[in-house]
Structures are given as structure tokens and as C-alpha cells.
């Protein structure tokens, strides 16, 4: 700093005002008069002046600091000289604002070339004494004065130490205290001189970067060219504002290079101010804030990670979505593509091998997933068992489905999970991110395509379409009628003839009874509506319906002369798994009054695998009660021989799809051969299903097959048309007889009936 301006500076601190000055003379009583006499006596103590300042400089002389300051003779001439002047000055006037600047300057050149107060103040009363002697010679009390003088300025000298100690102790301590404060806070300080850009940085601001203070040079230029290039923009702007005003001080975070080329997460402090006119200078501290930085960025990545898996999650998911959404309007932007991935029966590896296991499987699946995407695609964990995949940047979206393929495949060898191998699918439902996908979301979308794959049979993926969306609403329509149907009576049952073949004529021996849904005037087929009370839930309440419906319905025919007919009834999955489900059939043979024996109930080998525990210990429970039971459809499924064995089965129901196709096939021939005889060798009473032509008919007797049921002999029939059957008033072409001969039955009171079947 200039010694011109630290002078000025220091004029501003003693802030002696013409107020301050004008009080200080009027204390003294200085007046007009005071001028007059010293104006008038001036000359005549010449002399004494030349004394007294050949005597000062032999005093100062005399003592080796004062000896040090005063150099060689040249100087204590030039200074004598000056001296005088002053002398003169202070005799003579004007006393004015220039003398005052001008003693003040004195004082502070001596203070600054360290001559101590004490030779300042002893040199004035030499002086006074030199005048005293001058004014009155040798006045009797003159030795006395002067004494005098001598006490008092040893006394001011006093008075001058505990006042500057008293001001240098309080200014110590709050200088101490700063520092403490520093210390503790450990930041770094900055005091930066705006317009003639000087800056001055603490030891810890440079050392805050492993940096010692003078690497950073004394401009703001060393401080700027560390600043991250990606944060020194909004450093720069924060600063600006702050300097116009818009705010109350700069508060900004940055990253900062250190020594290591490392960044440092900083955050800067301070407040402008102006120094003088269009001088400005900020000044300030700066921390290290990386400790806390670091927890919220550990923060941050926990809100948007699973823990188990490490994957992201749907938060983060939600924010990539928006990230592709953006880029996908720029011109020029290429395919993006949802994938929404669910393990296949994930609930049975938790439910039977618990859910550590479960967790190692959904750790396992993710990282075989995450290996089939390329840098720049996301896996996240939604939920569950359930995964996302989030394909950008495809050149067509059909490559979507080369991934989906990959991620299948790469789940074909078995998993090592401890000491269990597991083989685990997944199905995947797959929709563009550009397209519109009639009012769904692409994540909707995709999980509208999932649920396709896994209706199509798992282990596969789908691609979301228009089609595919009006089959779902339709879906959701019918389950919102469906929900309605058996209040409204919209249900019935029709019945389907078996016949037994061991004699010329086949014989009527049971019908099973089959579910028709009348919807808005039109007939909807079981094999779409069953689908969907199963998934409802509303199942159970039809079921049980249909099962009270049937027997009352057969128990009325057996009393009407058709004593041995059996009643065939098509369970549900969901009904097995009710753990009163016996209990309940039983209650419905009870109030019904059909015999157990008369009752079989036909359930299908997927079935058997949902929970094989809780269905076996139901169906022994049915077996017991004596009822009969049938896995219907066989040989369409798993047709595993290892049910046929565990579970009480009774009947073996032949699918359709074989019988039809057995005289003309070969495959199909010796298929439903090698079924017969093996249900036939187990025990079982094998009923072959879809007899539609006398070749099917001629090819079962062939092979010792002995019931059958088909179109051959009827369609399903609604009751009334058996009943003219058994009544003797049809014989249906005479294809077939009943066991019974015909006799004259009540028709069934339809109404009744129906009121009393309501659950
Ligand atoms: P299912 O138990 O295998 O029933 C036999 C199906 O084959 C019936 O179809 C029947 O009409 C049909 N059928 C009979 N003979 C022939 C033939 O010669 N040729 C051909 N092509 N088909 C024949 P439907 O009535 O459409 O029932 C379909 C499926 O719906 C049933 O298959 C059964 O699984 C289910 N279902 C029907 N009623 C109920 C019910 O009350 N409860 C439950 N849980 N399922 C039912
Ligand atoms: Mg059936
Ligand atoms: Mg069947």
C-alpha cells in the first residue's frame, strides 16, 4: 500500500473534525489574545530557540536509541532546521486545518522511523523550560516551574501508556479472538482490493488446496483459474450480483482444483464494500464443505438406489424417463425402449426356500440382466421382482427385442444359489418410448405387454400394441360385467353327456356340467370369461354357485329315475386352495342330497402344481368324503406320470386336441394309446374327451377305452332338452341310450331352482 494512502487512512481513523479540533482549543481557553501575545513575543526568544535545540540534539545524544535515529551531522542540521520552521509556525500562525495535517504527518514519520513517545513528549518540555528561561531569566520561581514541568510531562507520559496499552489490550484481544474464531472455524480468509485487483489470501485458503500462499500470485487471476470450468461461471455471476446488489453478501459453492489436480468442494463468504469513491473490496471466507457434500451426494445416491441390488430404483427411474423424454425432441433423436421384466413364480423360491434365498435370486438375476446391456442402457430394480430396463439411443426398436431375447437366454443355465441349483424365468413386456401409446404411459405400456408374455405361457416377452390395448380394456369390461353376472342371473349351466362304451350301444352314465355366460344378448365363451373370474377373485363365488346348481340339478334327474348318474364338476385353482374347500363341498352333498359318489370333481394338472401341499392334503380330503376325482385335459400340460401317482386321482380325462386328430395322426395316435394304457394299467377310469366322429368312437373301443364324451354323442345341452331325453320324448338320433329306461320326469322348476341355487 502507498504511504500517501495509509496516511489518509489513518486521518480517517484519529477522525479529528473542525468539531473535535474547535472543542480541544476551547478547553485550552485558546483565543485571539493567546495569538496576539505569542505573535508579539516571538522574535525576542530567538535566541532561546537556538539554545534549545543545541541543547535537545546533545540530550539526544546522549541515549543510545535517540543516538541511533539521528545519523550524521548533515541530518541533525536539516533537521534543526525544520525544526525552526515549525517553531516559527507555532509562534506566528496561522493555525489553520494545514497545521494540523502537518503535525499530524510529523507524528506519524516519527512514530514510523520509531522514535518512542517518550523522547517526543521530553523533547517539549525541554522546550518549554528553554522558554520559561527565556521569558523570565532567572526568575525566583522559574527552578521551581521548571521542576514542576518535569513532574507533569512524566505524569502525561503515564497517562499516554495506559491509555494506547489499555486500546492496544482491547484491540489485542478482539484480534485474538478473531483468530481463536478462525481457528476453529477453519476457514480460509480472502480480502480482495476490487479495482486495483489486489488479493490477499490466509495460509489455510492455500492451504485448504495444499498450496502455499505464494503459488497463488496477488491478483484474482491464481484464484480463477483453479475454479472448476464447469462452476466458474456462477462463481463469477454469484460475485456480480452480489457487487450490484441484488444480494445482501455472496454465499456461492464451487469446486476448486488443489495441488493434486483433485477437486474440492468449497463454499465461499463475504461482503463488498466501498473503500472510497469507485474503489471496491470484498472480503471474506471460504470453507471446505466436502465432508458434507460428499453425505448429501451419499444421500442422493440412497434415495435412487435399492440397496440390495445397487440398481437404481424407480426414483431414479422417474428422472431418467424425463431425461430421454427431453432428449427425444430434439431433431435427429433415436429410438428409445421400455422393458418391464418380472421373474416367473418368484413367490415360490421365497415361499418354499425363504427369503434370504429369494434375495440371492433377485441379486443373481440383476447381474446377469446388467450384463446383457451395452454402456449407456439402465437396469432398475421397480419393486419386488420386478426389473425396467431403459434402452436409449437403438437404432430401430425391433434391436429391443434382440435384448429381450438376450436377457431370456442369459437366465437359461440354472443359478448357484448355496447349495440349491434353480432355474428361474423371466417374462418381459416391451414398448417404444416415442410412440403414442393411446393414453398409457410407455411404463403402463410396457407393463401391459408383460402381462401378455405371461399369459402367453412366461418365460417369453411381448411387445406392447394398439390391439393389445383394446383386448385389455375389453378385459377390464368384462370383469366389470362378470362382477355383476350372478346377481343379475346372467349364468347357467349346460351338460354334457359321458357315455360308457363296454356295450353295443354306448350308455349314458354322467354329464358334466358346463358354465354359459349370457352377456347383453350373446353368449361368451368359458375359455374367455373363466380367465377372468379367475383373475378376480370372483371365481370362487361361481364356483361354488355352479357346483350347488349341479348337484341339486342331477340329484333331481337321479330321483327321477336316473339313479347311477354321475355329476362331473370343473374346478378352479383358486377354489383348492380355500382351506375350508372340502368342508364346503361336503355341506353342499348334505343340503343337496346328491351321494358323494355321484359327485366328480375335475381339476387340470396346473392345478396340482400351484401349491402342491395345500392341494394334495385338500383332494385327499375330497377322496375321502368319497368323491371321485379327474385331471381333466391330460396331455396338454406337464402330463407328468408323478401326479398321476401322488395325488388320490380316480378319473383320466384324454384331451380333446389328441382324440380328434388320433385316426388320421400317427403322433397323436400313439399318444393317446400310450395314455389310455397307462391310465388303464394305474387303475383309472379313462374318459376320452372330443369324440366328434364314429372313426374316434372306433378307435377307442380299439383301445379298451371305456367313456367317452363328445359331440359324437351331444353338444352340452341345457337342462331342459335332457330332460326329454329322459323323459322318452327324444332319443337323439338313438346314437346312444341311458342306463335307465326312460321314465316320465317333472321338468325342473327352473325358477325355484335358481332362487334356491343363489348363495
Ligand atoms: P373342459 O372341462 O375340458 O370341458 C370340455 C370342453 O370341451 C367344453 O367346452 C365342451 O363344450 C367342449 N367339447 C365337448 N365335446 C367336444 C367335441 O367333441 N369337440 C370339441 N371341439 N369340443 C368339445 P366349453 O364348454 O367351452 O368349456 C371350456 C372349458 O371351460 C372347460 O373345458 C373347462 O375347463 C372350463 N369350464 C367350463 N365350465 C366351467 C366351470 O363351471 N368351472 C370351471 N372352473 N371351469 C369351467
Ligand atoms: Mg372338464
Ligand atoms: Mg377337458
Not at 11 to 21: A, M, P, V
Request: glycine fraction near 8%; aromatic fraction near 8%; proline fraction near 4%.
Amino acid at each position: 500500500m502507498g504511504n500517501e494512502q495509509e496516511f489518509q487512512e489513518l486521518l480517517q481513523q484519529i477522525g479529528l473534525d473542525r468539531e473535535e479540533i474547535c472543542q480541544r482549543l476551547d478547553f485550552l481557553d485558546w483565543g485571539h489574545a493567546d495569538i496576539k501575545r505569542l505573535g508579539s513575543h516571538g522574535r525576542a526568544l530567538q535566541p532561546a530557540h537556538a539554545r534549545f535545540l543545541d541543547h535537545l540534539y546533545q540530550r539526544l545524544g546522549d541515549f543510545p536509541a535517540t543516538a541511533a535515529v539521528l545519523g550524521n551531522p548533515a541530518t541533525v542540521t536539516r533537521l534543526k532546521h525544520s525544526q525552526s520552521d515549525y517553531y516559527q509556525r507555532l509562534w506566528h500562525g496561522p493555525h489553520d486545518h494545514d497545521y494540523v495535517l502537518n503535525r499530524l504527518r510529523i507524528g506519524w514519520v516519527h512514530q514510523k522511523i520509531g522514535v518512542d513517545l517518550k523522547w517526543y513528549l521530553g523533547a517539549y518540555r525541554l522546550y518549554l523550560q528553554e522558554m520559561l528561561d527565556g521569558l523570565l531569566g532567572e526568575h525566583p520561581a522559574s527552578a521551581c516551574f521548571a521542576s514542576l514541568l518535569k513532574a507533569v510531562f512524566f505524569d502525561i507520559g503515564l497517562a499516554l501508556d495506559t491509555y494506547s496499552a489499555a486500546q492496544r489490550k482491547a484491540l489485542e484481544n478482539s484480534e485474538a479472538r478473531f483468530a481463536r474464531a478462525l481457528r476453529g472455524a477453519n476457514d480460509g480468509l480472502w480480502d480482495w482490493h476490487i479495482d486495483h485487483d489486489q488479493l490477499y489470501l490466509s495460509e489455510r485458503w492455500a492451504d485448504m488446496l495444499e498450496l502455499h500462499r505464494d503459488q497463488l500470485g496477488s491478483g484474482s487471476a491464481g484464484w480463477f483459474a483453479r475454479v472448476h470450468p464447469d462452476d466458474l461461471g456462477g462463481l463469477r455471476r454469484a460475485i456480480e450480483a452480489h457487487l450490484q446488489g441484488a444480494t445482501a453478501s455472496l454465499h456461492h459453492e464451487y469446486r476448486i482444483r488443489r495441488q493434486d489436480g483433485s477437486y474440492l468442494w468449497v463454499l465461499v463468504r463475504g461482503v463488498a464494500e466501498q473503500v472510497a469513491p469507485g474503489q471496491r473490496r470484498m472480503a471474506g471466507s471460504q470453507s471446505d464443505i466436502s465432508q458434507r457434500r460428499a453425505a448429501q451426494e451419499q444421500l442422493q445416491h440412497a434415495a435412487r438406489h435399492d440397496p440390495l441390488t445397487g440398481l437404481a430404483n424407480r426414483t431414479r427411474l422417474d428422472e431418467l424417463l424425463r431425461q430421454v423424454a427431453q432428449r427425444s425432441r430434439r431433431p435427429g433423436a433415436r429410438e428409445a425402449a421400455l422393458l418391464f421384466i418380472d421373474l416367473d413364480r418368484f413367490k415360490l423360491i421365497n415361499d418354499s426356500l425363504g427369503h434370504q434365498i429369494g434375495d440371492r435370486v433377485l441379486v443373481e438375476v440383476a447381474r446377469r440382466l446388467g450384463h446383457c446391456l451395452r454402456p449407456g442402457d439402465h437396469l432398475i430394480r421397480f419393486g419386488g421382482d420386478e426389473f425396467v430396463v431403459l434402452l436409449d439411443d437403438l437404432a430401430h426398436i425391433a434391436d429391443a427385442e434382440r435384448v429381450a431375447q438376450r436377457m431370456l437366454d442369459s437366465l437359461l443355465p440354472p443359478l448357484q444359489v448355496q447349495a440349491h441349483q434353480l432355474v428361474v424365468s423371466i417374462s418381459i413386456g416391451i414398448a417404444a418410448l416415442s410412440e403414442e401409446n393411446a393414453g398409457l404411459d410407455s411404463l403402463q405400456a410396457a407393463d401391459l405387454a408383460l402381462y401378455r408374455a405371461k399369459a402367453a405361457g412366461k418365460a417369453q416377452f411381448a411387445r406392447y400394441s394398439a390391439e393389445l390395448q383394446s383386448q385389455a380394456q375389453h378385459q377390464l369390461e368384462l370383469q366389470g360385467a362378470l362382477s355383476r353376472a350372478l346377481d343379475r342371473g346372467e349364468f347357467s349351466l349346460v351338460y354334457q353327456p359321458i357315455c360308457q362304451l363296454d356295450r353295443e350301444q354306448p350308455y349314458l352314465v354322467a354329464v358334466e356340467a358346463l358354465l354359459r355366460w349370457q352377456h347383453d344378448g350373446q353368449e361368451v365363451s368359458p375359455l374367455e370369461f373363466i380367465p377372468c373370474l379367475e383373475e378376480s377373485g370372483a371365481i370362487l363365488a361361481v364356483g361354488a354357485w355352479v357346483l350347488r346348481q349341479a348337484c341339486i340339478q342331477v340329484r333331481h334327474w337321479q330321483l327321477a329315475g336316473q339313479q347311477q348318474l354321475r355329476c362331473s364338476v370343473n374346478l378352479s385353482s383358486r377354489q383348492l386352495l380355500q382351506a375350508d374347500f372340502a368342508a364346503r363341498v361336503a355341506d353342499i352333498l348334505r343340503e343337496t342330497g346328491l351321494p358323494p359318489a355321484s359327485l366328480v370333481l375335475e381339476i387340470t394338472e396346473s392345478q396340482l402344481m400351484e401349491d402342491s401341499a395345500q392341494t394334495l392334503a385338500c383332494l385327499r380330503e375330497l377322496a375321502s368324503l368319497g368323491i371321485q376325482l379327474a385331471l381333466d385335459d391330460f396331455g396338454t400340460g406337464y402330463s407328468s406320470l408323478g401326479y398321476l401317482k401322488r395325488f388320490p386321482l380316480h378319473i383320466l380325462k384324454v384331451d380333446k386336441s389328441f382324440i380328434g386328430a388320433a385316426p388320421e395322426d400317427n403322433d397323436s395316435r400313439v399318444i393317446s394309446r400310450a395314455i389310455i394304457g397307462l391310465g388303464i394299467s394305474l387303475g383309472l377310469q379313462v374318459v376320452a374327451e372330443g369324440v366328434e366322429r364314429i372313426e374316434h368312437l372306433e378307435f377307442l373301443r380299439a383301445e379298451g377305452c371305456r367313456l367317452a364324451q363328445g359331440y359324437w354323442f351331444s353338444r352340452p345341452r341345457p337342462p331342459a332338452e335332457l330332460e326329454r331325453l329322459f323323459s322318452g320324448e327324444d332319443c337323439f338320433e338313438g346314437l346312444w341310450c341311458l342306463l335307465e329306461s326312460p321314465r316320465h320326469v317333472v321338468p325342473t322348476p327352473s325358477e325355484p331352482l335358481a332362487t334356491r341355487a343363489m348363495p
